[in-house]
């Protein structure tokens, strides 16, 4: 019999699967309540557990590029409030420039008027300017008060230590203008006359007032704001500073970098000992000048004197002293005299490290002038160059070089710089630094450096080598072989002592170009310079060679090709009625016929290489050539060789041969490709306002060699999954670039009144442009702006678009659990009851 | 029929219900025991003579049984077994992979990688940054390395299991081989012999655990055991079986019988480490089937995704290495061959990038610093390497023998199996890492670059724009083993095969749970059938305690009745 079809165990397994379904079931519920997902475990969504991944992951991702463009934004808001200020800056700057043109800076000038009789001896002339007195006592000889005027002037200009001041004698005047602009100096004069002496007096007048730029407080605090704005700082980070190295601040101060038009210091050298069959002669260039007359000139050459009395011309004091010691036995193996022309002759030793003495004395107020080509050189055991730095500190970020040749530790040229910081207190700071450089450098040096004070180094070594110095990069022309330019022949021909004779006949018959005879016969009304104008048209109408006029009621018969000598007579073969005198023939300028020697000019540029757009140029007689450097120069002979293959290809040729010097000189050798062709030969270096994509030190001075070429790049930021965007902004920038180099030139043109109209036009240009392209900086810079706002709001929301789509898988309802928990514990309540019900009504229960 | 020939009959009885009374009073006390089945008593009568109704005696006992439900709960509970095996190891890989979104590292990993990219990409310059870059990537790397041990302690796991389970099927077929021996000394329907079957079907379901197992009843109450697709396990004495790793076999023949072990729990472990490379088999698509392999290839491809250069959006191998250098100038090396007890270590260090006077090269070996600034007549790296190798060489002591070549010099070591240091520089800048940001080609060899980790180089600054563009292009197609991933990014490569497996563990727990009610439906039903019902016993109670009662109330009659009868007698 059976009560019902299921075993007690049975019914065990199934009260008791029943129960565990409903805990499980609660327990579930219960976890769902406290946590309001679904489950923490990914197992439970199935597929669906990847699409919470990725949502999961894709809203990191998103929220991640908000972390960056929110970081990003901090320097992209800081730009723009710099940008509206750097506009507002080139703004006003740009109309700053515009304004003072009208009124300009410049320079005090004080005009020295000279009047009275001369001849006395003994008078005293006393100038005071800028605190020195200049005098000048006549001799009795001065032909004009401009030679008075012109040894002041000469006293004024050679002044050591230097006046403020600068002078040019003009007629009975002496011009006085400052070297900068303001008002310098003081200027006095008095005139002593010597007892019993004519009355003389010495006035000034101040011409003009000098007067500084009303701009340049304005330029300088330019410059100080816009190094500020350029060194603005987002987070200790510069955001000007460029990719790499914006924890350096990207810009000195701008007010004391150099001055881009040219640098106020320099360098030189020379080599004050050299080695045993040295080639350095001693040489020295006598500078005629016109001897008044009764004036003289005593010339002494290693003590042998030769006197010359005026009047004479420059040329004529040229030749004779020329002449004379051209022939002077005493000199024959030591003093060579070469070059010799209408302006004076070079005296050359005959031997290396022999040296001569030349001076010149005499009553001409302005002398001819001696001036050293080259100073002896002594013969030593070593060699010894001796490097001169001078000039204004304070600058940040010139540079000083020097350059050594010695081989066989070097047998390529190196050069070593050094970038002023601008707390150097003297040129020995300088110095000091370089001589580091060399005794640090590796492969050492075979040359010691020593410093000798006041800016000056001493390279010594018993092998020879070369050296030079050099200041930011420079370029110097020197003619190393004068020419002998010709001179055009001119004669005079007088027709003195005419009586009014009709029929006297004037005869002129060149023999050398043989031409002629040329007549004229004269007529009652004929004076001199009838004759000579008679004369004049014949000789012209012939065509000759020989320009014929009429100067100073003479026949001026002037050859058409200097150089090329002209011979004729001039005789009265008719003379009618009274005796008329002969004609005369003065030679008013000698012939001087072309030297057989072209003149060679030597342009040597130095300085460190490895600058990129600075441009190259020389000038020869009105030709320019010009190089742009690329930055990969090795040094300055690269330079060189690149000028001397353009100078040689011109087409029209130059009329000259180009040769780079020898190797490590960094010299460009310009030769007329005939004698007696001067050459008019000039260079400069132009460094640009602009640097496209600089090279490191270029730009920026606390750059470092290391520094890569693209430490300056824009920095570019993954905003969403393929956009990035470039949202900084370097010191770099063209635009910046512009501004920076307007507000520097504008500095150097309030202070330069000379160039003032060039400069501050290149000012107003650059400042022009950078406007212009900081106004697209901040163009970019705001679509930058609006495209990170957009693009995170668009991240903002899709991540708000994951989170509900994950709350739609994971998530559930707290009221619908609640009820879902309600109900398991009523059906669990149930189940109890049932099975508790179940278990009373069994037999067992019944019967017990 | 005589009153003696009743009492015996009533005497019979009482033994009967006495013996009834003892089998209600088993049932009721193994009512709660799952491995016993409901006992009934077989009676017989006894005739006591010719014309005379019998006697009764108990002729035996016997056991409740449902052949059908018990064959369809050991069909059930070899599924069970197999879903459960599956299961238990899915979600140690599960757990492995992270079981929520916050703990699956692979994914976090890859986040904050790109993360690291985007921000060096803001901030080129910050070494925190670059350093991030480093830590980040070494965190894939690590978690690469991770999952990979995991899979192999998994994956050992599981062989050891195969071989623990094979062991317990042994030793299940031998109690069933021992049971066999005693059912056949015993005598039918004795009492002996239900409990022997009970412990026979007891343990056939045991052994359902491990494997599906058909049964055959032999004459002598004995069973033989087959498995489902007709291997004999036991036809007499039970076989040997054995897992060399690989394969179960019989020890008798070696003869390898995976495919033949259906269902149960050996099946689904054997498929679980299941590699069927270079079988020319397409890989199973079950999730449970092939899983390490699958994982394993899984983290491979990772490693290959990372490594690999080729492929259309650039990788980020690519990417990386296209960036260029923002170092004008630069010294690298590289240790070519390694110091070993038969040679020596060699050293190349390379020079590249734009030469300009002035440039400072350092060369480090054992701590001997060795430094060379170019001067103007310098005007090739080849030159360097000569001036550094001059210095080097003319050191005795460091123990190195330098080379110079084009462009780098060879650092030999003066000895065999000696290690030397190496560190360059140039301009005092540590040299950017050109190319290869990870390196190896397999999970377990997968790392950052070792000269990033160690710091002898650091990250290529302007390569973050195109790493970062690579990282997130969405249009890239992965392929491995059990996984195909289309128009997804190197996130959706990490999502993806977290996801898969998320997926195929879901899968398998869903099966898994399904078998394990399904078994316990029908363990309730076979229960239902041969188990104890309480409320029956009790029933049968009073019927045995009424016919007890019945049969006493007999004796008590004829005990009259010959009380009777003696008074009679003695009258």
Redesign the interface.
């Given at each position: 019999?059976?009560?019902?079809?299921?075993?007690?165990?049975?019914i065990?397994?199934?009260n008791l699967?029943g129960f565990q379904n409903l805990q499980s079931s609660l327990n579930d519920l219960t976890q769902q309540l406290s946590s309001l997902k679904k489950s923490?475990?990914?197992?439970?969504?199935?597929?669906s557990?990847?699409?919470?991944?990725?949502l999961?992951?894709?809203a990191?991702?998103r929220q991640?590029?908000i972390?960056?463009t929110t970081?990003?934004s901090t320097d992209v808001k800081t730009y723009d409030q710099v940008f509206t200020q750097m506009e507002t800056l080139a703004s006003n700057m740009l109309q700053a420039f515009t304004a003072p043109d009208s009124d300009p800076p410049t320079k005090q000038v004080n005009t020295v008027t000279f009047d009275g009789d001369l001849g006395d001896v003994g008078d005293v002339y006393k100038l005071t300017v800028d605190g020195r007195l200049f005098s000048y006592i006549t001799n009795g000889a001065e032909g004009s008060f401009e030679e008075i005027a012109g040894n002041l002037a000469r006293q004024i200009n050679n002044a050591n230590p230097p006046v403020r001041a600068t002078a040019v004698a003009k007629g009975d005047q002496l011009v006085i203008t400052g070297t900068q602009p303001g008002p310098l100096y003081d200027v006095t004069t008095q005139v002593a006359d010597v007892a019993g002496g004519q009355a003389n007096t010495m006035t000034q007048t101040l011409t003009t007032a000098g007067k500084v730029s009303p701009i340049v407080g304005q330029v300088n605090n330019a410059l100080i704001t816009l190094q500020s704005l350029l060194n603005e700082q987002v987070n200790d980070?510069y955001i000007f500073g460029g990719?790499?190295?914006?924890?350096i601040a990207p810009v000195v101060d701008l007010s004391k970098l150099p001055d881009p038009t040219g640098s106020k210091d320099s360098a030189s050298g020379a080599t004050t000992q050299q080695l045993a069959a040295g080639t350095i002669v001693q040489k020295m260039r006598v500078t005629a000048d016109e001897l008044g007359t009764n004036q003289t000139e005593t010339f002494s050459i290693n003590g042998n004197n030769f006197t010359v009395t005026g009047p004479l011309t420059a040329q004529q004091v040229a030749n004779q002293v020329a002449t004379y010691y051209s022939t002077l036995p005493a000199l024959t193996g030591v003093v060579s005299v070469s070059d010799v022309d209408a302006e004076g002759f070079t005296l050359t030793s005959a031997t290396a490290g022999t040296g001569f003495t030349a001076t010149v004395t005499g009553t001409d107020p302005t002398p001819s002038v001696i001036s050293t080509v080259q100073a002896n050189v002594p013969i030593g055991a070593t060699q010894n160059d001796v490097l001169t730095f001078s000039g204004p500190l304070g600058s940040i970020g010139e540079t000083y070089s020097v350059t050594i040749t010695d081989p066989p530790a070097?047998?390529?040229?190196?050069?070593l710089t050094y970038r002023s910081t601008g707390k150097e207190t003297s040129m020995d700071d300088v110095v000091n630094a370089l001589i580091s450089s060399i005794t640090t450098?590796?492969?050492p040096f075979g040359v010691t450096a020593t410093a000798l004070g006041n800016g000056q180094m001493q390279i010594s070594s018993a092998t020879a080598f070369t050296s030079s110095a050099a200041v930011e990069n420079s370029a110097a022309v020197a003619t190393t072989q004068r020419t002998v330019v010709p001179v055009a022949q001119e004669e005079q021909v007088g027709f003195p002592g005419m009586k009014g004779d009709t029929g006297d006949v004037y005869t002129i018959n060149f023999t050398s170009p043989v031409a002629g005879p040329f007549t004229v016969t004269t007529t009652s009304e004929d004076n001199e310079a009838g004759v000579a104008a008679k004369f004049a048209q014949q000789i012209n109408a012939a065509g000759i060679g020989i320009t014929a006029a009429v100067k100073n009621g003479k026949l001026s018969l002037t050859s058409n090709t200097p150089g090329t000598p002209f011979t004729y007579t001039a005789a009265l073969t008719t003379d009618v009625g009274q005796t008329t005198p002969a004609p005369t023939m003065t030679t008013a300028v000698a012939n001087i016929p072309a030297g057989a020697t072209p003149q060679t000019d030597e342009v040597t540029f130095s300085g460190p290489a490895?600058a990129k757009g600075d441009v190259y140029s020389v000038t020869v007689n009105g030709r320019t050539f010009e190089y742009k450097t690329n930055g990969g120069e090795?040094?300055m002979d690269a330079i060189a060789i690149q000028l001397a293959a353009q100078i040689n290809a011109a087409v029209p040729t130059a009329g000259v041969a180009a040769t780079p010097g020898p190797v490590g000189s960094g010299k460009l050798i310009i030769t007329a490709n005939t004698g007696g062709v001067a050459l008019d030969t000039t260079s400069k270096i132009t460094h640009p306002t602009v640097v496209t994509d600089p090279l490191?030190t270029q730009y920026n001075v606390h750059q470092?060699?290391?520094?890569?070429?693209?430490?300056w790049d824009r920095?570019?930021?993954?905003i969403a999954?393929?956009l990035?965007i470039n949202y900084t902004f370097s010191a770099n920038e063209p635009a910046i670039q512009r501004l920076i180099a307007a507000l520097r030139i504008a500095q150097s043109a309030v202070t330069d009144p000379d160039q003032y109209a060039d400069k501050m036009t290149q000012a107003q240009s650059l400042a022009r442009n950078a406007l212009e392209g900081i106004r697209a900086l901040h163009s970019v810079n705001t679509v930058n702006d609006t495209l990170m706002s957009a693009t995170t709001l668009s991240h903002q929301t899709q991540i708000n678009v994951n989170t509900d789509s994950t709350q739609k898988i994971e998530g559930v309802d707290p009221n619908e659990v609640a009820a879902k928990i309600q109900n398991a514990q009523v059906q669990l309540q149930a189940v109890f009851s049932v099975v508790g019900q179940t278990s009373r009504l069994?037999?067992?229960n019944f019967?017990t | 029929m005589s009153l003696t020939s009743a009492l015996n009959t009533a005497v019979a009885a009482l033994r009967v219900n006495q013996a009834q009374m003892q089998l209600i009073s088993a049932n009721v006390a193994h009512a709660n025991d799952p491995n016993y089945s409901r006992k009934t008593l077989q009676t017989a009568s006894v005739a006591l003579g010719p014309g005379q109704i019998g006697s009764v005696e108990v002729s035996g006992y016997q056991n409740a049984v449902s052949a059908s439900l018990q064959k369809q709960l050991v069909a059930q509970t070899a599924d069970s077994g197999a879903s459960s095996a599956t299961d238990e190891y899915m979600s140690r890989v599960q757990d492995l992979f992270g079981t929520s979104t916050d703990q699956a590292t692979l994914s976090t990993a890859m986040t904050a990688f790109t993360t690291a990219w985007q921000q060096l990409q803001s901030n080129p310059e910050s070494e925190a940054a670059q350093q991030q870059v480093v830590a980040t990537g070494q965190r894939i790397a690590d978690e690469v390395h991770r999952l990979a041990a995991g899979l192999d302690q998994i994956d050992n796991d599981v062989r050891t299991d195969i071989g623990q389970s094979v062991n317990q099927l042994n030793d299940l077929l031998k109690q069933v081989f021992d049971v066999n021996l005693k059912l056949k000394q015993t005598q039918p329907n004795s009492a002996e012999r239900g409990d022997l079957l009970d412990t026979r079907d007891k343990l056939v379901q045991q052994i359902a655990q491990y494997v599906d197992v058909r049964t055959v009843q032999r004459d002598d109450g004995s069973i033989s055991l087959f498995t489902a697709s007709g291997l004999q396990l036991m036809d007499g004495p039970p076989a040997l079986l054995a897992y060399d790793g690989t394969n179960v076999y019989k020890v008798e023949d070696g003869t390898p019988i995976n495919s033949q072990l259906q269902g149960g729990r050996i099946h689904a472990l054997l498929n679980f480490r299941q590699d069927s490379t270079g079988s020319n088999k397409p890989v199973s698509p079950d999730p449970g089937t092939e899983v390490i392999r699958k994982m394993r290839a899984q983290l491979d491809a990772i490693v290959g995704a990372f490594t690999s250069t080729t492929g259309t959006p650039p990788t980020f191998a690519a990417a990386y290495d296209a960036g260029s250098t923002s170092q004008r100038i630069s010294a690298s090396y590289l240790t070519t061959v390694d110091p070993a007890t038969s040679s020596p270590q060699y050293t190349t260090v390379t020079l590249s990038g734009t030469l300009q006077t002035g440039d400072v090269f350092e060369v480090d070996v054992n701590g001997h610093s060795y430094s060379y600034t170019a001067v103007a007549t310098d005007t090739s790296l080849d030159q360097i390497a000569a001036q550094l190798a001059n210095q080097i060489n003319a050191d005795g002591t460091v123990g190195v023998t330098a080379i110079p070549g084009v462009g780098g010099l060879q650092l030999v070591g003066s000895s065999n199996n000696t290690k030397f240091t190496v560190q360059t520089t140039v301009n005092d800048e540590t040299t950017e890492l050109s190319g290869d940001f990870f390196t190896g080609t397999n999970r377990f060899d997968f790392q950052v670059n070792a000269a990033l980790a160690n710091g002898s180089l650091q990250v290529k600054r302007n390569a973050a724009s195109g790493v970062v563009d690579a990282l997130s292009s969405a249009d890239r197609n992965f392929t491995a083993v059990g996984l195909t991933l289309t128009n997804v990014s190197y996130q959706g490569l990490m999502t993806g095969i977290v996801g898969n497996s998320i997926a195929n563990a879901k899968t398998v727990s869903d099966q898994s749970k399904f078998d394990s009610d399904a078994m316990t439906m029908s363990q309730q039903r076979y229960q239902s059938d041969v188990g104890v019902n309480l409320d029956e016993e009790i029933a049968n109670l009073q019927v045995v305690q009424n016919a007890y009662a019945a049969s006493a109330r007999l004796l008590q009659v004829v005990q009259d009745m010959f009380d009777t009868l003696e008074q009679a007698v003695a009258r």
């Open positions: 019999m059976a009560i019902n079809s299921f075993s007690t165990y049975s065990y397994l199934s699967a923490g475990d990914l197992t439970y969504y199935g597929a557990g990847q699409r919470l991944l990725d999961r992951a894709d990191d991702k991640g590029y972390d960056a970081a990003a980070r990719q790499t190295i914006n924890d070097h047998t390529s040229p190196v050069t450098y590796q492969p490895g090795a040094d490191p470092t060699t290391g520094d890569s070429d693209l430490s920095a570019p930021i993954t999954d393929q990035t069994s037999l067992v019967l | -």
